[in-house]
């Protein structure tokens, strides 16, 4: 009489565990795979967000390029300065500059703007020129533990109130690097994410808006008429100075694009004196020489 447990049932049983174990293992495989899954979202929007930031980075700059200085930030999260919100800190004005609204966050960006950047190509290059400073100011945690001046920061909250004080922006009060991108006060801060800190930030150096939008040539004026003439900025509407007949060659530092006319009296007044080339000129390039007959 041959055993109730016969090799086939023994067969039989080694399946039924195998397949538990494998379940098992498929179980283990999908409980990981869903972690996975959540880091892989949670970096693919963290990486969405940096696109976006050094894109409307680069659209400030061609902005500043274009127009001799940066645009102002909107008061409120519509997009536009158009309505008579305009100022130095606030929201990213994406409408105005026809970028997206928002972040992967679906957050309009904090952005704020040198408030010494924000009258015209001339007013902008002067104060650079000076050493910009000023509002906003920026700690970077890969350098310095003090703040600078920068031409213009942007800031995205991150997915969440890491901080736990009801704003979405946070704020590093302790430790080497400090700052808060709620207002900026007294500094925005760049710093890697932490488990109180989960902001994104990038920021546009002076140097850098220089280099885009200042071009400056040496004027000579040299003159021989036998009066004192008046070397006069039209694009800014002011005297680079006055030349007494028979002095030495005076030079002037002035920006390219900058319309200039010799005049025989103060301020823009009286006549425009004959010269070679004649004015009023159109001066770029890195130099120019006028003469006064």
């Keep these: 009489m041959k055993h109730p447990f016969t090799a086939s049932s023994r067969t039989a049983g080694f399946t039924l565990i195998e397949i538990a174990i494998v379940l098992v293992i498929v179980g283990m495989l999908a409980g990981g795979g869903t972690s996975l899954l959540g880091m ?37 999260a519509d997009g536009t300065i158009s309505d008579g919100d305009g100022a130095s800190s606030g929201f990213f004005p994406y409408l105005d500059l026809k970028m997206m609204p928002t972040d992967s966050y679906k957050r309009v960006l904090r952005y704020a703007a040198n408030s010494n950047l924000g009258t015209d190509r001339a007013a902008s290059c002067t104060a650079i020129r000076a050493t910009l400073s000023g509002a906003p100011g920026v700690v970077d945690a890969d350098g310095s533990t003090s703040s600078f001046s920068v031409a213009a920061v942007l800031v995205s909250a991150g997915p969440a109130d890491a901080d736990s004080d009801g704003n979405v922006l946070d704020l590093i009060a302790s430790g080497s690097h400090q700052g808060d991108n709620t207002d900026g006060t007294p500094n925005y801060l760049r710093h890697p994410p932490n488990d109180t800190f989960d902001d994104l930030a990038v920021y546009i150096g002076d140097h850098e808006i220089y280099d885009r939008i200042c071009e400056y040539l040496v004027l000579a004026v040299n003159n021989n008429s036998g009066s004192t003439v008046h070397v006069y900025d039209q694009t800014e509407g002011s005297d680079l100075g006055s030349i007494p007949s028979g002095g030495l060659p005076s030079r002037y530092d002035i920006l390219s694009g900058t319309r200039i006319e010799i005049r025989s009296a103060a301020g823009g007044g009286g ?12 001066l770029a390039g890195k130099g120019h020489t006028i003469d006064i007959p």
């Design 40 to 76: 892989l979202t949670v970096r693919k929007a963290r990486n969405e967000s940096i696109e976006y930031l050094n894109a409307c980075r680069e659209t400030l700059i061609s902005y500043a390029s274009l127009y001799g200085r940066l645009p102002l930030a909107s008061a409120d």
């Design 271 to 282: 006549l425009i004196v004959s010269s070679t080339p004649p004015t009023p000129i159109l």
